[in-house]
Every structure is written in C-alpha cells, then in structure tokens.
C-alpha cells in the first residue's frame, strides 16, 4: 500500500512538471503558506515548507536540487511523514515533558549551525581562485601524473571450483591452456568448450575483458596478465577465489599522455573541492581555537547521574556551588 501510494504520488509530480509552466502564468498568486502540496491523516505540506527545504541549502546548489520527479517526491514525502509523525508524538502529550522545550531547542540550534555551514560555503563561492589555471600548472609541473595506465583486452577462461574440486577444476583449466597454446582452434570454441562462464546468464563479455587496468583484479590475476607483452600470448593457470583462470592478450595498450583538455574538467574539480574543505576545516578550526572550560564536578557525575534514566528518575544535580550546612554538635540528653 505504501509503495502504490509513493509510486501515485510520482506519477503525479512527473506529469505535473510537464505541465507546470503553463499553469505558472494564468493562476492568481497566493501566498505560499496557504497552497497545499501534499496531505495525509489530518496534517499537510504548504509550498512554503518546500521552499524552506530548498532555501536553506547552499546557493549553488538551490537550482537542481528539485530537477527530477524522484527527488521532489522524496523532499515532499520526507516533510509529510515527518509531520504524520510529529502529531503522534503531540497526540501523546510530548509537549508536557519537562525536557520538550530545552530538546527543541536542540534541535533549532543544529539547524542553525548547519545553516551557518551552509552560509560560509555561500560566501566562500563568491569570490573563488582561479582553480583552473591552478590546475594547469599541477598539469605542466607533474606530467608523469596525467598518463593513461596500461589497458589490457584479454581472452579469459574461467573454471570453477564447484561440483569439481580443486584437483579436478586445475586439471580442466590445463586442458584449456593447451587448447589456447595450440593454436588450432578459435578462441570461443575453447571458451564454450571450457569455461564456466560460457553458461552463465550473469556473465558479461562472452569470455572477452575488456579495458582491464592495474589495480581492478585479485592480485595472482593482474600479475600474471599484466607480464604478457605480446598479442596471442597465455597466462599460465592462475588460483584466486573465483577459480582457476587461463588469460590470453588480445590488445594491450601502453601508457600514453593525457592532453590538458581531456583533464582540465577534474583537475580543477579537485582543487576547488580541495579549497572547499580546507577553508571548512578552517572554520572549524577557529570555532575550537579557545579551549572550553568544563565543569569537573558536573562532569564527573555525568556516568552515575543516568543510571536511572530508563526508570524517568535522575540523580540530583551538584555543580559545586552548594554549601555545606553541618550541624553543630549536640549534648545528649542525659536521662
């Protein structure tokens, strides 16, 4: 019921943005407190509270956030649940714990310091270096880091272990090697013949990898294919926890130089993200400059004070400011 009731509520959204610029002109404006967006079980979202979704975020990223009909439904779906919620948790007098104000206002502040983030990252993007001639000169000072790695296309055979053992499995994978070095046959009559693959509807590629680059395979496996130089070439068997494997070159390209154009994109990409947490860093940074001054009374009875907490009781409160009030001594009675 929940997943038919999303599903109509996107379909919904979706035609609505087809048709929503031409209903943007002839409506009479209202103010977007009272346009309801969305209701359910007694509560509803004003276009007003989407909009302060929207208008909290960063500035740059205000205009795409809402682009496609799966994230407004989920922003609209998110306010009302949350507001479905919210009047359970009133329903059941939440409003009359002691704590409800001073909890509120937690939560007011972490809203508030994730709008400060928010209004720093503004700040920071209006006056941005110039990352691209930044990434230019890390382009022409460090050439050996904007190289295109060695690209493997290979023949690959794959034998399980299942059903067979390892002896058995081994034994197969050699039979396939032989077949390879032979020379004599096609590699996909070998490939259908024997590797596991050639049967399995989940495999991709019909027994041919293609663009393998260092570091994507098990060890034993990027080893042994990467010391093949020559086209037609075969691997020995090689063991990872797929199986045994059997690997011939079909094409293998060296490492050739990147131009500025094909890596000007991410390059400065990189750096302005680079500038971005390091100046985030730095707010943080002056934030926790002073060092703040704690209470060791108070915190020192932090571990024992909630040890009732589960029973709605907690242990008296001590700051150290308390005097102590010691009664005199007292004669006793004498009978």
């Given at each position: 019921?929940?997943?038919?009731?999303?599903?109509?509520?996107?379909?919904?959204?979706?035609?609505?943005?087809?048709?929503?610029?031409?209903?943007?002109?002839?409506?009479?404006?209202?103010?977007?407190?009272?346009?309801?967006?969305?209701?359910?079980?007694?509560?509803?979202?004003?276009l007003?509270?989407?909009?302060?979704?929207?208008?909290?975020?960063?500035?740059?990223?205000?205009?795409?956030?809402?682009?496609s009909?799966?994230?407004?439904?989920?922003v609209?779906?998110?306010?009302?649940?949350?507001?479905?919620?919210?009047?359970?948790?009133?329903?059941?007098?939440v409003?009359?714990?002691?704590?409800?104000?001073?909890?509120?206002?937690?939560?007011?502040?972490?809203?508030?310091?994730?709008?400060?983030?928010?209004?720093?990252?503004d700040?920071?993007?209006?006056?941005?270096?110039?990352?691209?001639?930044?990434?230019?000169?890390?382009?022409?000072?460090?050439?050996?880091?904007?190289?295109?790695?060695?690209?493997?296309?290979?023949?690959?055979?794959?034998?399980?272990?299942?059903?067979?053992?390892?002896?058995?499995?081994r034994?197969?994978?050699?039979?396939?090697?032989?077949?390879?070095?032979?020379?004599?046959?096609?590699?996909?009559d070998?490939?259908?013949?024997?590797?596991d693959?050639?049967?399995?509807?989940?495999?991709?590629?019909?027994?041919?990898?293609?663009?393998?680059?260092?570091?994507?395979?098990?060890?034993p496996?990027?080893?042994?294919?990467?010391?093949?130089?020559?086209?037609?070439?075969?691997?020995?068997?090689?063991?990872?926890?797929?199986?045994?494997?059997v690997?011939?070159?079909?094409?293998?390209?060296?490492?050739?130089?990147?131009?500025?154009?094909?890596?000007?994109?991410?390059?400065?990409?990189?750096?302005?993200?680079?500038?971005?947490?390091?100046?985030k860093?730095?707010?943080?940074?002056?934030?926790?400059?002073?060092?703040?001054?704690?209470?060791?009374?108070?915190?020192?009875?932090?571990?024992?004070?909630?040890?009732?907490?589960?029973?709605?009781?907690?242990?008296?409160?001590?700051?150290?400011?308390?005097?102590?009030?010691?009664?005199p001594?007292?004669?006793?009675?004498?009978?």
């Amino acid at each position: 019921m929940l997943m038919f009731q999303t599903s109509r509520l996107l379909v919904l959204i979706a035609a609505f943005c087809f048709v929503g610029l031409s209903l943007a002109q002839p409506l009479a404006s209202k103010e977007s407190r009272d346009i309801v967006v969305v209701s359910r079980g007694g509560v509803s979202v004003s276009l007003h509270e989407v909009d302060a979704q929207v208008m909290a975020l960063p500035k740059a990223l205000r205009a795409g956030y809402l682009d496609s009909p799966e994230r407004l439904e989920q922003v609209i779906y998110g306010l009302l649940i949350n507001k479905q919620l919210a009047k359970q948790a009133i329903d059941a007098g939440v409003r009359s714990d002691p704590f409800f104000e001073t909890q509120l206002a937690a939560a007011e502040e972490e809203w508030l310091a994730r709008r400060a983030r928010n209004l720093h990252q503004d700040e920071l993007l209006k006056d941005l270096p110039d990352f691209e001639a930044l990434a230019e000169e890390i382009y022409l000072s460090h050439p050996h880091r904007f190289r295109r790695p060695v690209t493997l296309k290979l023949g690959h055979i794959l034998v399980r272990l299942g059903g067979r053992g390892e002896e058995a499995a081994r034994g197969r994978a050699e039979a396939a090697r032989a077949a390879m070095l032979a020379r004599d046959r096609e590699f996909m009559d070998i490939y259908f013949e024997f590797s596991d693959e050639a049967n399995d509807s989940r495999a991709l590629g019909g027994g041919i990898l293609t663009d393998v680059v260092p570091g994507v395979t098990e060890k034993p496996f990027e080893e042994a294919a990467f010391e093949l130089k020559e086209v037609g070439q075969v691997s020995g068997v090689i063991r990872t926890d797929f199986g045994f494997h059997v690997v011939s070159l079909i094409e293998r390209d060296e490492p050739t130089p990147q131009t500025w154009d094909e890596v000007k994109g991410t390059l400065a990409a990189e750096q302005q993200q680079r500038y971005m947490s390091e100046q985030k860093g730095r707010q943080l940074a002056e934030l926790q400059s002073e060092e703040p001054v704690a209470n060791p009374i108070v915190v020192a009875q932090l571990r024992s004070r909630y040890s009732r907490a589960a029973e709605g009781l907690l242990a008296p409160a001590i700051d150290g400011s308390e005097e102590t009030h010691e009664e005199p001594n007292k004669t006793p009675d004498r009978l």
